[in-house]
């Protein structure tokens, strides 16, 4: 009997992905074994025409992980929706945009000329810049269009499922892979982690007071950690906001929160609901010293939509200044 | 001006709903794009509604309760307040102009200050002119079809493929 096939293509991403397949230990030659891989770039040498050759819905499922900012991203994830049963959007770039999608805050020109003319380590007295099409020798070369915008992946095709995190954790991953091979699949669109916030697991959770109050927020550098809640101590902590399911990677490594694991079921977006969160354990009612407070938080939007902000209500039509 | 703005405003129940009924049975005018919503307290106003209601259309939003004090709920008011704060600096970062959003406190019996808080608000919304925000999707209606019913397929059949020992021998591994 055939193996199930399956692929593993990123888009932008940072290759993290691929390495919390590995993170499954002797599993991951189980995994691969059992199926039969079409594409992974990362590891092997498939072609982008084998895909276009199979039949549609002939990949049982194909995980992509990455946010998608040009064409050539666009194009692989459509190919890939018709040839599969399934997509799986994985880890937080797809997800929701993730890292890559903090370039949504600047415009793609400034973007360009920061990476080719005016960085500090750049030599580009012609001013060069990518271009789709150039002809070296009588013969045209074609560069994938970068587009405006970074999107998360359900913004360009249909997802099923999501594996939420930056990386995915290992269990996580597992219980996925599981879950597929079995059929015992939860409704589609669904987020294959548990649907609570990450405070339930927190190893810190008993040193979380029932009233939260804070005068000053400090940075995670600025205080000696005592292995209290991280909030209790005044560093902005996102657990409140965020999914658990992450095993407390970050916090067993005494770093808060940053969210990459995305909102529970019922939040839409995990940003201004942290935010909300946030604001009200300030423990003040004065305008002025609210004021002041509120300028502790260096760059909030970069801190509250850190993976999210392709996918955030208002980061889907962003208007950018710069 | 030809624009017309909508301004979506959320009132409290206690305050500055009464005051906006008050202003009503003065017969005092303003603009038919100031739509309210009233809801029990401005700290129930998440900012997740506020984005929502840009996202939908709205030009401008303002979030209107009772005096500092006078909150229903003792501190309600407050809450709002501190989220508002933070809320615009957020909007500031994602490009949102600072006149769209507004907090205002408003009493029950402050009915002209409502109507003049709210052609204020209208005006200075009415010079930024519409939140040009386009829906901006490389979601093609195409695709969405075929994967629709590639989505019916039952999750059985990826185990048709697989033997029942080989399911077992991974779960175990895993």
């Not at chain 1, 269009?145 to 269990?171: H, K």
């Not at chain 1, 201004?272 to 502790?296: F, H, P, R, V, Y």
């Not at chain 2, 970062?93 to 959003?101: A, I, N, P, T």
């Amino acid at each position: 009997m055939d193996k199930p096939k399956a692929a593993f293509y990123w888009c932008a991403s940072c290759g993290g992905c691929e390495e919390s397949l590995v993170d499954l230990n002797e599993a991951v030659i189980k995994v691969l074994t059992a199926v039969d891989m079409v594409l992974m770039p990362v590891a092997m040498d498939f072609k982008y025409e084998d895909v276009r050759k199979l039949a549609d819905k002939e990949i049982t499922v194909s995980f992509i992980n990455g946010a998608i900012r040009t064409s050539e991203q666009e194009e692989l994830v459509k190919l890939l929706r018709k040839k599969s049963i399934y997509v799986i959007a994985y880890g937080a770039c797809s997800h929701l945009g993730g890292v890559p999608g903090l370039a949504n805050f600047y415009k793609k020109e400034s973007i360009l000329d920061r990476a080719y003319i005016e960085s500090e380590s750049t030599v580009n007295p012609e001013k060069k810049l990518p271009k789709m099409k150039t002809t070296v020798e009588g013969k045209e070369l074609e560069l994938p269009e970068f587009y405006d915008r970074v999107y998360a992946l359900n913004q360009v095709i249909d997802v099923d499922y999501y594996i939420p995190g930056c990386p995915p954790v290992p269990d996580v991953v597992k219980n996925a892979i599981v879950a597929l091979l079995k059929g015992a699949l939860p409704p589609k669109g669904s987020i294959l982690t548990p649907n609570k916030s990450l405070c339930k697991d927190c190893p810190r959770q008993e040193s979380k007071p029932d009233k939260l109050s804070i005068k000053e927020f400090k940075r995670p550098y600025e205080i000696m950690d005592n292995g209290d809640c991280f909030l209790q101590q005044g560093v902005i902590c996102l657990g409140i906001s965020t999914r658990t399911g992450c095993e407390s990677s970050c916090i067993n490594a005494n770093m808060p929160c940053r969210g990459c694991f995305g909102p529970t079921d019922n939040v839409m977006e995990s940003g201004s609901k942290a935010s909300s969160a946030i604001s009200s354990i300030i423990d003040t009612n004065d305008e002025q010293e609210i004021d002041a407070i509120m300028d502790t938080i260096v760059d909030p939007a970069g801190l509250f939509y850190r993976y999210s902000l392709p996918a955030s209500i208002l980061g889907k039509n962003i208007k950018i200044k710069k | 001006m030809d624009f017309k703005p909508k301004i979506v405003i959320f009132v409290c129940n206690w305050c500055s709903y009464a005051a906006a009924d008050g202003a009503g049975m003065k017969r005092a005018k303003y603009p038919a794009g100031i739509k309210l919503i009233r809801v029990m307290c401005s700290g129930r106003v998440d900012p997740q509604f506020i984005l929502q209601a840009f996202h939908q259309g709205a030009d401008g939003v303002m979030i209107m309760g009772c005096h500092p004090g006078d909150c229903h709920y003792k501190e309600g008011n407050y809450k709002a307040l501190r989220r508002a704060k933070l809320l615009q600096k957020i909007l500031d970062q994602l490009g949102v102009e600072g006149d769209r959003f507004k907090l205002e406190w408003v009493s029950a019996s402050e009915a002209d200050r409502f109507i003049k808080v709210v052609n204020e608000m209208y005006e200075n919304v009415q010079k930024l002119g519409p939140l040009d925000y386009k829906a901006d999707t490389l979601f093609s209606s195409e695709v969405a079809e075929t994967v629709e019913q590639g989505s019916e397929t039952t999750p059985e059949s990826v185990t048709e493929t697989l033997d029942n020992n080989e399911t077992e021998e991974i779960e175990q591994i895993l």
